[in-house]
């Protein structure tokens, strides 16, 4: 063992004490049964919807318990950092409120950033190589590969443990010769010694009692001496940090159930009190012949961004998300789902599917509950920062889109479902306003296509309806324009007597409607016609009728 001059010797002078970071950051006074969550994002790429997930699950739980929740950005690795990543924390936070009672901006228990914590695991580091719990290593990575590839020759377990270990009980003067010619090294965690064929066992607060292998390695807690700033590893610092910010209740991937051992290794170690673990079972994908994790190489869905940049409204996310946490809130209405609280001990261990039509399902059911204006604002906001244009139209045509919202939504028994995001906007409602719409360039315009009316027919059709048109209110009164309309032109009152003898016909009553409704909207399908009609105005529904009135070019 070191003696603790030459351990002192490595740190800063001024390294305050164990004692001084307890004092800092003392037990938080919180009601009994209080959980205190944390969310560790790392900036290295973008966030996954796995963990607003997790992160939805730490919100509630801290909420209901009158704990904390609180976010810390895990950046320790920092040669793997992402330009933007931390911006898309806030944007993906900010969008679907999940905003935490603590972390870089705000909160007592800072810095929420690892980076900024370096003093704080020093001392941690320290106080564990004068214990004789740690130990320096100048092992090179040609050792490192040399071991391993013996380790495989051998068949054995690979690592860097027991005998393997080749600085673990080095001598003291062979540590102090490299230290004075400058080595590098870093500082390993010294594994108990009667870790080797032991289980460890331990309670998950979602999947009950578990076992796993004891760990065996003396795992590199803090990394080379050449580096700076001298960073910890994530197994070192979340144990240090989750300690002083007194996080009590960790809610992360199963992928971690196999480093909990080591966990409790370092927990113990340092004197903490352990932490409760919950492991979530990872958001998963359909394919062929089963299923995987939804992957973020693989998937636009994994991303948060594909999210926020389609404009699913927030809420119709949330409650998807948490209906996958507990099925029972899947059965609930929005508005309770959204307040009801999580039960981990109601979290599946099989990794729940992720369904965009389900999803798309339950975002048209949300937005159908709705007012227009409600809908006009969503809209506007996700549009200002992802369609700049639309904006536009909306600030000038503000009373236009609340008449379109309007049409099949407000006092009906079953609004329209026409909007699944608020992306679908434009092709949904885009024919209302002229900034946004083509009117028909002719009777032979491709979109007249489908009814199969000759040109010269659907001009003299739309010609005569615009020149008697009266813009009247009553639905009824003003279909009966078209109907009377449609007979002079050579249309069947109805679709079973063109169908005896379609020869005899330019079409249907149906033909002769949808030539109006093409010439209103571009499309064969919209909402109800007189409806649109009256959204639009007198004078827009002319000017788009006479569009159609154009005799096509044949």
């Not at 004075?180 to 108990?192: C, D, I, M």
């Not at 001298?230 to 809610?251: G, S």
């Not at 990872?282 to 998937?299: A, T, Y």
């Not at 309806?465 to 209110?473: R, V």
Request: glycine letters at 6%; hydrophobic letters at 40%.
């Amino acid at each position: 063992m070191l003696d603790r001059a030459v351990i002192d010797a490595l740190f800063p002078a001024d390294l305050p004490e164990p004692e001084h970071w307890e004092q800092q950051y003392p037990p938080r006074e919180l009601p009994e049964g209080a959980q205190v969550t944390r969310f560790g994002p790392s900036p290295t790429g973008f966030v996954h919807i796995g963990g607003i997930y997790v992160a939805t699950i730490d919100r509630d739980i801290a909420t209901h318990s009158g704990g904390a929740y609180l976010v810390r950005v895990e950046d320790t690795d920092q040669s793997r950092e992402v330009e933007g990543a931390l911006d898309q924390f806030a944007r993906a936070f900010d969008y679907f409120h999940i905003t935490p009672d603590e972390d870089d901006t705000h909160g007592t228990y800072g810095p929420y950033r690892q980076s900024a914590r370096e003093r704080i695991y020093l001392t941690y580091v320290r106080h564990l190589l004068r214990q004789g719990k740690a130990y320096l290593c100048f092992a090179t990575k040609d050792e490192l590969a040399d071991i391993t590839a013996r380790q495989q020759a051998a068949k054995l377990p690979t690592g860097y443990y027991g005998t393997w270990a080749i600085w673990r009980d080095a001598d003291p003067a062979d540590v102090a010769a490299k230290l004075a010619e400058g080595a590098p090294y870093v500082v390993r965690f010294r594994a108990p010694d009667n870790a080797t064929g032991q289980r460890a066992r331990f309670t998950d607060a979602i999947r009950g009692e578990l076992e796993h292998e004891a760990n065996r390695n003396d795992t590199v807690i803090l990394k080379s001496s050449d580096q700076s700033p001298r960073l910890p590893t994530y197994h070192f610092a979340h144990a240090v940090d989750d300690h002083l910010m007194r996080v009590n209740l960790v809610i992360r991937g199963d992928e971690w159930i196999s480093s909990v051992p080591l966990h409790q290794q370092l927990f113990d170690a340092l004197g903490f009190e352990p932490v409760t673990y919950a492991h979530i079972a990872p958001l998963m994908k359909q394919i062929p012949g089963g299923k995987r994790k939804l992957s973020k190489r693989k998937d636009p869905e994994a991303g948060v961004d594909f999210y926020i940049q389609a404009g699913y409204p927030a809420d119709a996310v949330l409650y998807y998300l948490r209906g996958l946490a507990n099925g029972r809130l899947a059965e609930m209405p929005l508005d309770a789902a959204l307040t009801t609280p999580i039960r981990l001990d109601q979290c599946g261990v099989a990794g729940p599917l992720v369904d965009l039509v389900k999803l798309e399902d339950i975002s048209a059911d949300h937005i159908g509950t709705l007012t227009s204006r409600q809908v006009f604002d969503a809209v506007r906001t996700w549009a200002t920062d992802h369609d700049p244009e639309l904006v536009a139209v909306l600030d000038t045509e503000t009373d236009l889109a609340l008449r379109a919202l309007a049409v099949e939504r407000e006092g009906v028994d079953n609004p329209r479902k026409d909007l699944r995001k608020w992306s679908d906007f434009r092709a949904a409602y885009g024919f209302f306003f002229s900034q946004l719409f083509a009117p028909l360039s002719d009777a032979s315009d491709e979109r007249l296509a489908p009814l199969g009316v000759a040109p010269d027919i659907a001009a003299s059709f739309a010609r005569d309806f615009a020149d008697g048109y009266e813009h009247l209110t009553d639905p009824q009164e003003w279909f009966n324009q078209i109907r009377e309309l449609a007979a002079k032109h050579g249309f069947a009152p109805n679709a079973k007597e063109y169908k005896k003898n379609p020869d005899a016909y330019s079409g249907s009553i149906r033909e002769a409607s949808q030539l109006v409704r093409v010439a209103l909207t571009g499309s064969t399908r919209s909402p109800d016609l007189h409806a649109i009609a009256q959204a639009l105005g007198a004078e827009e529904v002319l000017r788009r009728l006479r569009a159609l009135a154009v005799p096509g070019e044949n």
